[in-house]
Structure formats: structure tokens, C-alpha cells
């Protein structure tokens, strides 16, 4: 969770890192339809820090983020978020720290058609029993631009402004970490610069950690470090990438993956 200072600056109260795995394993099916997706991954995800997550169709990078984030369950291994065990977890328990202390954004925007945009954002908060904390709210509002459309419903906003609806709503929480699963994929170019930036402001100015699994190497340059899987493994690191190192990675991990 984030903390306010006096100075209106946000503090990160957990310990690095914000979210880790060791020999994270996952396999579907048994005998010839067996497939590891995810071959005993030790991966850590640190806190304040926006990490890309890249790899071939199949390469096992929405296993990883699914099974980090509750909402898969791994065949072995062990999954924390922060210091609680996720693997270890009661259902009902899992359900409130997913509630609690993650917050997720999708490519498909996933928002209530009958709920206005700021019904959308506190659904999270609502259900928890949770009221708003103002001076973040409003940090977010700011952030997402759509202070004149919180009364408007989905069906009133464009792709692009329900994507920012959808992020106000992860981010509202102040949750440990934001785990976004192609979030720009039915965007226009515009959009998805728009939605990164937000993302990107969430990690520089609310202290907040991302997650992110993408395929466009465009998106992966607004983040810190960019993980490379292949064959359900972690493969390569890239730090402070750009859009054409991104590249070049990929293409080297295409050409030795097929």
C-alpha cells in the first residue's frame, strides 16, 4: 500500500521486492497433450519499478503475470506478494488480497455499463467496504484527464477514455502492484501513448509498481526493465530499453526459438 507524507509526496510502505516467484512451474494437461508453460521461473518484481514482460506467442508471459497476480494457481513453486504467500492461500483469502492489494488492467476494458466513470473507479473501494482517499483520488483524476467525464457512462467515453477509466480503477486501491495484460491492444496510437503515460506517471510520481506483458516493443520502452521469455522460461533482461533494442531483443529470441 502507499502511505501520504506531510509533503503531499506518496511513500511505499513494503519491502522489496513487491512481488516475487521460485521455481515457478506451471503445466497443462498430461501425457502427449502435456505443455509446461512456465519451467521453474524465479523472477522478482521490485517495488517502484515498471516491468515489461515480452516473449513469443506461447512463451508463457500471461501464465506468468496470471499466476503472480492470484489468478491462476501454479503447479509448483511458490508466488509472494510482498510478504504473504499466495500459494499457501484459502480462496476467500486470496480473494481479498486480489480485491485489496492488486489492481489490474486489461485489454478489454472489463467496466460496468450501468456505473458512471467515478462508479467504475471505487467499484474496487465499494466492495471492500473502502471510502476514497481524497488527496489520491484526486492525483488520479488529474492523471487520467477525465475530470469532466466522471458522471458519463462507459457507453458515453471513447475506447481510449474507458481504457483510463479502467486504470483509475486499478490504481484507486493504492494497491502493491498494477498488473496490465496488453492494456493497449484495442487502442489507437494516440490511446496507447496516453494509457502508457499514465502507467508510466503512476511509477514516477505515486511510487507505484507495474507489471506489464505486451508484444509492441513500443509500449515495453516506457518501462524500467523488460523480461524476455521463451519456452516458459526467463531468457534474457534488458534495462532502460528503447523501442529498437526491444526490437533487436525479439528478433534475436525469435531466430533462436524457432
Not at 54 to 72: E, R
Not at 108 to 120: I, K, R, S, V
Request: hydrophobic share 45%; with cysteine; proline share 4%.
Amino acid at each position: 500500500m502507499w502511505t501520504w507524507s506531510d509533503s503531499g509526496t506518496v511513500d511505499a510502505v513494503q519491502t522489496n521486492p513487491a512481488a516475487r516467484a521460485r521455481a515457478l512451474t506451471k503445466v497443462h494437461g498430461t501425457g502427449d497433450s502435456r505443455v509446461v508453460a512456465l519451467d521453474h521461473v524465479d523472477v522478482d518484481f521490485h517495488t517502484g519499478r515498471f516491468t515489461a514482460v515480452m516473449g513469443p506467442s506461447g512463451s508463457g508471459k500471461s501464465t506468468l503475470m496470471h499466476c503472480v497476480a492470484g489468478l491462476d494457481a501454479p503447479t509448483s513453486g511458490t508466488v509472494f506478494l510482498g510478504d504473504a504467500e499466495l500459494s499457501a492461500m484459502r480462496d476467500d483469502r486470496l480473494t481479498a488480497l486480489r480485491r485489496d492489494r492488486v489492481g489490474f488492467v486489461f485489454q478489454a476494458f472489463n467496466l460496468l455499463p450501468t456505473l458512471t466513470a467515478w462508479e467504475n473507479i471505487t467499484l474496487p473501494l465499494d466492495l471492500a467496504g473502502r471510502a476514497p482517499d481524497d488527496a489520491l483520488a484526486k492525483r488520479i483524476i488529474d492523471a487520467v484527464g477525465l475530470g469532466d467525464r466522471l458522471h458519463h457512462r462507459p457507453s458515453q467515453l471513447s475506447g481510449g477514455q474507458q481504457q483510463r477509466v479502467a486504470c483509475a480503477r486499478a490504481l484507486i486501491t493504492g494497491p502493491d502492484v498494477v498488473f496490465a495484460d496488453e492494456p493497449t491492444g484495442a487502442l489507437d496510437s494516440s490511446s496507447s501513448a496516453d494509457l502508457l503515460g499514465l502507467l508510466r506517471t503512476s511509477v514516477d510520481d505515486l511510487g507505484q509498481t507495474v507489471v506489464m506483458v505486451t508484444h509492441e516493443p513500443a509500449a515495453a520502452a516506457y518501462a524500467d526493465r523488460v523480461l524476455f521469455l521463451a519456452d516458459g522460461r526467463v531468457v534474457d533482461e534488458l534495462a532502460a530499453p528503447t523501442a529498437d533494442r526491444v526490437l533487436d531483443r525479439m528478433k534475436n529470441l525469435e531466430r533462436v526459438t524457432i
